[in-house]
């Protein structure tokens, strides 16, 4: 079967026909074929185009978006870090404050207690001079009742009558 594909005429063959038939295609419908073909690649190669084109632009928005993301990060880091050492500085202050009037309140009521004192001290003073000056006064009546007579007492008053003008003077002066 070789020695025949080899021998005889061209044309005889059923290969030189089909390759004529393919050769009479390509020529009628390889313009059609080659320019549809061209078509769709170029319409694909276009749209490749549009999606990089829009990835692209895409990938810049992305990118403005983050750029706008990290300054906003930043400005409201340090717009915390602001607020912590305003806190902080807000926290201090009160406390002295708080330790001041703490202070404050203590010694108040430290001085309301030694005004207590010193009012009860005066009171227990004021007790023992009223018991101490009513009991001498119980002690001058028995005393008296007892050693002194009327003539005597006449004698007491007239003298006490007569020291009273020294007496003014010496307490005005």
């Known amino acids: 079967m070789e020695y025949e594909a080899l021998t005889g005429t061209l044309w005889d063959k059923g290969t030189f026909w089909v390759t004529v038939a393919v050769l009479i295609f390509l020529f009628f419908f390889g313009k059609k074929i080659v320019g549809a073909i061209t078509t769709m690649l170029d319409q694909r190669s276009s749209e490749i185009q549009r999606e990089l084109d829009e990835a692209s632009r895409l990938r810049a ?3 403005a978006m983050l750029k706008d993301a990290e300054t906003r990060r930043e400005a409201a880091l340090a717009q915390a870090k ?5 806190a902080g500085r ?8 708080l330790q001041a009037e703490a202070e404050a309140s203590a010694r108040r009521r430290e001085q309301m207690a030694r005004e207590r004192i010193a009012a009860a001290e005066s009171a227990a003073v004021a007790e023992v001079r009223e018991a101490a ?3 001498a006064a119980l002690a001058a009546e028995r005393v008296l009742k007892e050693t002194i007579d009327a003539a005597h007492d006449q004698g007491l008053i007239d003298q006490a009558i007569s020291g ?10």
Do not use: G, W, Y
């Open 61 to 63: 928005e992305a990118e």
């Open 90 to 97: 807000e926290a201090e202050r009160l406390a002295a404050d």
């Open 82 to 86: 602001d607020m912590l050492a305003m």
């Open 133 to 135: 000056a009513s009991l």
């Open 164 to 173: 009273l003008p020294a007496a003014l003077r010496q307490k005005a002066a």
